[in-house]
């Protein structure tokens, strides 16, 4: 690594152990369970260098590519599937000071800014001109644009604007052998920008991209409604979008989750918290999930929770916000109870509060993950009962539908577990069952004809199940890119790999 | 032979299979492409030379074309969308056939009752953008001429 400190004095290299330890992983949970069972930066990579130019970047990758050194390219380390797992040889590649707008074009509603640009503020930046990138990902306090495109994000108002790779217009890469390029998109080819997008730094590493904005809503319309059952609100969620209606927000939570969404806020608290009464009571609950699960999927229980929930926001500059309102309602009300606007605000208000409950959880031993996974609208009931299925075997399991689309749904399931009993911290056995949920779960979505990644990416809790997803021919054509792109396999070796 | 998914309006073609005979076929069960005008060709060939007069993406970003395909080297299961690594669709739409061939594909079908029926557009159209698609394959920039070349080279 002596090489990288002639570099000049505007790239920073750091080898020291915090460093390296906090560049070590990125949010995999299970990850946290290692840390949690005191097995601290055991992926530590050899060093950090923050470039601060999209040249400094072509350096740093030409240099490693003389040398074999892999790079693993870093936006906020919010992934949650292990796109990030360094290895002492590896040198991780931090983009944050590569943070720039470089131009906000008010006529052509069109920004280009820079990787590393972190997304509530760059955001909020846009919000200042009157305009909107109208991407809002839970993460969006600690997550970047880079990151955003790396793993083919979606955002909470996808239904208006779409996911990430519906808002870029064009990229700025550097392709593993050290080479700049302009990638324009097409949406009907040809274009090589699909293929830049969610690659997870695997064929280039993004530097910069140029998004189209929309000028910010104005007028806002807020509905909620109660469902007799979860097939009820996503028949509303199909005919909503399939009729033409494209509410910014339309999101349906199963009972348990509506209690949740309902309730809708995260406490405040600061410190640490020891386990009281609510946590041994949540670990009785968690060593008989199935149990738990078939009693909440009981009449009764459905009754007592108070149903499902779907919750609708609709974005616009005019009048025309009401109408939509109006066609929402006609359609929910044909078989849910309208519960007025309160349930959407509050959603609203609270829209990046729930990522943040899963610490005190892990702290108090237990543990909680997220699987986001979709399918057409003919396949979703099956992909819904099959996942829950098999993770309900092992841990308590929620869902909600959080992204819909004229053909078919994203299902976002939430699980939490607990380690055997009598156990109260992580161990192997725990991991065991972590790993055993995984492996089940990918398993259904397989079996019921879904996707296993909706906008997580695959990194590599999931690869193992990427050529269910592609067979055999596609994993060639992914390899043939990486081939194209990233001829010494220097770039995140190990991402996407099976 | 087509396959309809009434739920989830798609269509399942072949790539041989006529645009214009597509349309017949969706009319019976009054669904539509919504694509103006229909060209005089094959679902393949229509969607590798780029899918001329099928609603422009960037209107509704909700709303894509292709679910799902299959072609002579590798099939995709029809998805509402998926984040499983590159789109291997970058190197099907707009290509000519330079890469693979389409043998069949999952299409996006409307209503024909809600064909058009977006209250609003769903977004702005960005300058230069139509609501239609209706460039043919434009010029490649240096860059992606030589990367698709390297490709090739690799496929």
Request: net charge neutral; aromatic share 6%.
């Amino acid at each position: 690594m002596e090489e990288l400190r002639d570099f000049p004095n505007s790239t920073l290299l750091s080898s020291d152990p915090a460093d390296l330890a906090f560049y070590s992983r990125d949010l995999w949970p299970r990850h946290h369970m290692a840390v949690r069972s005191g097995n601290v930066a055991t992926h530590a990579p050899k060093a950090v260098v923050w470039p601060r130019s999209t040249e400094e970047v072509a350096r740093v990758v030409r240099w490693a590519a003389e040398r074999r050194v892999a790079l693993v390219p870093f936006g906020a380390g919010s992934g949650v599937c292990a796109g990030v797992l360094p290895t002492p040889q590896t040198l991780v590649v931090d983009l944050k000071r590569l943070s720039a707008i470089r131009e906000i074009d008010k006529a052509k509603k069109t920004v280009t800014v820079e990787a590393g640009a972190m997304g509530l503020p760059f955001e909020e930046t846009l919000e200042r001109e009157g305009l909107t990138l109208g991407h809002f990902p839970s993460s969006i306090l600690c997550s970047t644009v880079g990151g955003w495109v790396a793993a083919r994000s979606a955002g909470q108002a996808s239904g208006r604007y779409g996911k990430i790779e519906d808002m870029v217009l064009a990229l700025e890469c550097v392709t593993g052998t050290g080479e700049i390029v302009r990638l324009v998109h097409r949406p009907y080819g040809p274009s090589l920008v699909p293929a830049i997008i969610g690659s997870e730094g695997t064929l280039a590493i993004v530097t910069a991209a140029q998004l189209r904005l929309h000028r910010a809503p104005t007028v806002r319309g807020f509905a909620s409604w109660s469902m007799p059952s979860m097939r009820e609100g996503w028949e509303t969620m199909r005919e909503m979008f399939q009729s033409g209606l494209r509410p910014a927000v339309l999101r349906l939570y199963d009972p348990f989750d509506s209690v949740l969404a309902r309730s809708g806020k995260a406490r405040k608290r600061s410190g640490h918290r020891k386990p009281g009464r609510g946590t041994a009571a949540l670990r009785v609950i968690l060593k008989r999930p199935q149990a738990i699960g078939d009693l909440l999927d009981s009449r009764a229980a459905n009754v007592a929770l108070g149903g499902a929930l779907v919750v609708a926001i609709f974005d616009g500059q005019d009048e025309g916000v009401w109408s939509e309102v109006a066609r929402a309602r006609a359609i929910a009300e044909r078989t849910g109870k309208y519960e007025g606007e309160g349930p959407a605000r509050k959603w609203l208000a609270h829209r990046y509060s729930v990522s943040y409950r899963q610490s005190p959880l892990f702290a108090q031993g237990l543990f909680v993950d997220t699987m986001e996974v979709a399918a057409t609208w003919s396949r979703l009931e099956a992909l819904y009962d099959g996942v829950r299925r098999a993770i309900g075997k092992r841990a308590f399991v929620m869902a909600h539908m959080s992204h819909a689309y004229p053909d078919g749904c994203c299902i976002y399931f939430s699980f939490a577990g607990v380690a055997a009993p009598g156990k109260q911290d992580w161990d192997a056995e725990c991991e065991a069952r972590y790993d055993a949920i995984w492996r089940d779960a990918l398993a259904a979505a397989v079996e019921a004809g879904g996707t296993i990644a909706h906008h997580h990416g695959v990194g590599r809790s999931k690869a193992s199940r990427l050529g269910d997803e592609l067979g055999r021919g596609g994993l060639e054509m992914q390899h043939a890119l990486k081939r194209a792109f990233d001829p010494h396999g220097i770039l995140n070796p190990g991402a996407l790999q099976p | 032979m087509i396959q309809l998914d009434h739920e989830s309006l798609l269509v399942h073609a072949r790539g041989s299979e006529r645009l214009a005979d597509l349309e017949i076929a969706l009319a019976k069960d009054s669904l539509t492409l919504d694509v103006d005008p229909i060209p005089d060709t094959t679902v393949a060939a229509w969607l590798e030379s780029g899918a001329e007069g099928a609603r422009s993406a960037w209107l509704d970003p909700a709303d894509h074309l292709v679910a799902g395909i299959t072609t002579s080297e590798f099939s995709m299961r029809p998805a509402p969308r998926r984040a499983v690594g590159p789109d291997l669709l970058s190197l099907v739409l707009g290509m000519g056939g330079r890469f693979v061939h389409i043998e069949s594909v999952w299409l996006r079908v409307h209503r024909k009752d809600a064909a058009g029926n977006i209250l609003r557009p769903a977004a702005e159209t960005p300058p230069s953008f139509g609501p239609r698609r209706s460039e043919r394959i434009v010029d490649m920039t240096d860059d992606e001429r030589r990367l698709y070349d390297a490709i090739k080279t690799r496929v």
